[in-house]
């Protein structure tokens, strides 16, 4: 599973980054940039979308991991419409991530995402909060390669949280 998937997401950032509709990066990081950690992506190749800043302390952002395997979805998920990006896209909601926005400067800032669906993602995690709503189980017994994704998916934040606060 994990040569198969990796090999398929890594195709599909590629082309994900020349979607007509996904924006070139202004010379200013600013919300609706994505960004890329390769020491992250050992077998579940992903995005991170700069959400926003923290609302008290502006030098930490909130960064929420995207990418194109729509058919495996938690319940803080969000599949974007197919136009918005110009494709599949699913924001992990349960795995955002708060970090230093200095940490920005450690990745690779690919492409941004349109106001539309920057927007969506944002009332989507707004909602997800007001509900409390918690995260499945990632175990699914009758699936193993849908628990591998989800542990990949866990080990990839979990990796970026390490490198952020080193």
Known sequence: MKTTLKARLEKTIREH????KLLT???ETVCGDLFVWSETMPDVPQFWLL???????PQTVCLIPLD???LWQNIGDLELPYDLANGSWVARGSDCLWVSRSFLDT???VKR????????IRNHMANLVRGRLE???IHDEQNDERTEFFQSLDANRNQLEKLAQS
């Open 17 to 20: 980054l020349t979607r007509e």
């Open 25 to 27: 990066p202004t010379p």
């Open 51 to 57: 959400l926003r800043e923290h609302p008290d302390t």
């Open 68 to 70: 194109d395997v729509t």
């Open 107 to 109: 990745g690779k800032r």
């Open 113 to 120: 995402l349109p106001e539309p669906a920057l927007k969506l």
């Open 135 to 137: 995260r499945l189980p």
